[in-house]
């Protein structure tokens, strides 16, 4: 795995099975959550319909998908521009820490930086979750200092635990 080749590139309709996937397994790994697979395809489906909300990104090394992200878009009317939201994160155990969320970060980070209306990058993680900030804090992401506060009344996001 070392010195692997990592592409990073829009994703395309044909990587929503992958999508799909890595977002349930990122749910239960990160915060022991089982997703509904129909919701949850059903979401994936209406991001690829509404580019105005959302993007999705894939790396791949050998050929195959090994990790993905979302982007999402917030209006910064205290700094007259955009926010974007790095989402919905997640890398095969076997390719941490080789690098193929900095390819991800560092192809996102290049696209913001060219786009004149984009005023920061951030993203959100579980507290829990102390590898995935220090790998956020490597690549030059502070803490914002805010929390993040939800009413979700969708009720379909479950909680492992309680099965």
Request: hydrophobic share 40%.
């Amino acid at each position: 795995m070392p010195g692997m080749d990592i592409n990073v590139r829009d994703a395309t309709v044909a990587d929503i099975d992958a999508i799909v996937t890595y977002n349930q397994r990122l749910a239960e790994e990160s915060e022991g959550k089982t997703l509904d697979p129909a919701v949850l395809a059903a979401g994936v489906r209406r991001g690829f319909n509404s580019p105005a909300m959302c993007r999705y990104f894939v790396a791949e090394a050998d050929g195959r998908v090994v990790g993905t992200t979302m982007l999402t878009y917030e209006l910064t009317d205290w700094r007259d521009g955009v926010i974007w939201w790095l989402q919905s994160v997640f890398i095969e155990p076997e390719h941490r820490r080789h690098g193929v969320f900095r390819a991800i970060y560092r192809h996102i980070e290049e696209l913001a930086r060219a786009h004149p209306d984009v005023r920061a990058l951030r993203l959100y993680v579980h507290h829990d979750n102390a590898r995935a900030m220090r790998t956020y804090e490597s690549m030059g992401m502070e803490k914002a200092g805010y929390e993040l506060y939800e009413h979700d009344w969708s009720g379909s996001v479950g909680d492992a635990t309680k099965k």
